[in-house]
């Protein structure tokens, strides 16, 4: 079996069939389209866009990392066709059920091919992830009306998810969060704060950023007891296919990064 620079696949294998046994999976109904000959075949798959996509532009990537332009987020402009080619083949939506267009795979399995991207190239690779995360986050809480708004453009890697927790004075604490929703009678909030650290936060690599925020709604109680989770667009999805700006905007804060490949070098 042909190693890759960036991963063993035999002990990858070793590790799914011989040591946590993923065809047993298989045994229940949930899984029992899969065997390992397809196992296998998505694995390959798996390698061959890690190959292709993502290892071949880690460097470059790493080199060239996002710029603020006229307050929007540009990336390597393969960020777009990686989101596509994960949107169209699947991977975004391998956990999810076949009811809504998923591949219904093992989360152990799709582990596996998770560390595939990410051992080629991790920042291109969590862009798909991210969306993935919050999408699965609509889908067992949200609403009917969130989950069909939402869900399908982020799974078809059209729309990037985020998680949009972190705030200024606020990281491993969260119970001091400021950001404040305030209801309206149409049934949606007005939400008025600041989100800080968002991996995949904007860019240009996606036609909307969905993020998944963290607010307290106003005269909430204090403490983790008053945190609501909503659903924030940056574009809101409108009639006859529509996007509407949502007032949500990015700014640059300076940080001292080292890039990742210089410090490889040493
Ligand atoms: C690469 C990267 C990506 C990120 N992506 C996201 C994202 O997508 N979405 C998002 O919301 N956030 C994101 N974050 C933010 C991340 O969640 C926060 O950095 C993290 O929660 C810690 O918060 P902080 O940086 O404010 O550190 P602080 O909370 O200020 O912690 C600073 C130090 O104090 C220690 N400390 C804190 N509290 C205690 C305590 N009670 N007892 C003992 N020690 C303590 C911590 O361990 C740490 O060493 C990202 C951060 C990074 C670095």
Redesign the pocket.
């Given at each position: 079996m042909a190693t890759t620079k960036f991963i063993s696949e035999r002990n990858l294998r070793f590790l799914l069939y011989e040591v946590f046994d993923l065809e047993s999976l298989t045994d229940h109904p949930y899984y029992q389209e899969y065997n390992r000959k397809m196992f296998d075949m998505v694995l390959d798959a798996a390698v061959k866009l890690s190959k292709d996509l993502m290892w071949p532009i880690l460097e470059e990537m790493d080199q060239n990392p996002p710029q603020l332009v006229d307050g929007r987020v540009k990336v390597h402009p393969s960020v777009r066709k990686i989101m596509q080619e994960c949107g169209e083949g699947g991977w975004i939506a391998a956990g999810f059920e076949e009811e809504i267009d998923g591949q219904q795979l093992p989360i152990l399995f799709i582990s596996a091919c998770r560390f595939i991207f990410m051992a080629a190239n991790y920042s291109a690779g969590i862009y798909p992830e991210?969306t993935a995360g919050a999408a699965r986050l609509i889908t067992s809480f949200g609403s009917k009306e969130l989950i069909e708004a939402y869900v399908p453009n982020m799974l078809n890697g059209n729309w990037q998810g985020?998680?949009?927790?972190?705030?200024?004075?606020?990281?491993?604490?969260?119970a001091d969060i400021t950001s404040t929703a305030y209801p309206t009678d149409d049934g949606y909030y007005r939400i008025k704060g600041q989100?800080?650290?968002?991996?995949?936060?904007d860019h240009d690599g996606v036609d909307n950023v969905v993020h998944l925020m963290?607010a307290k709604i106003e005269g909430a109680p204090a403490g983790v007891k008053g945190i609501s989770l909503f659903v924030v667009p940056k574009l809101i999805p409108g009639a006859e296919d529509r996007l509407v700006p949502n007032d949500v905007t990015v700014f640059f804060s300076p940080m001292n990064c080292q890039k990742f490949t210089d410090w490889l070098r040493g």
């Open positions: 991210l985020t998680m949009a927790m972190t705030e200024p004075q606020a990281g491993s604490y969260l989100k800080i650290f968002i991996s995949a936060g963290l």
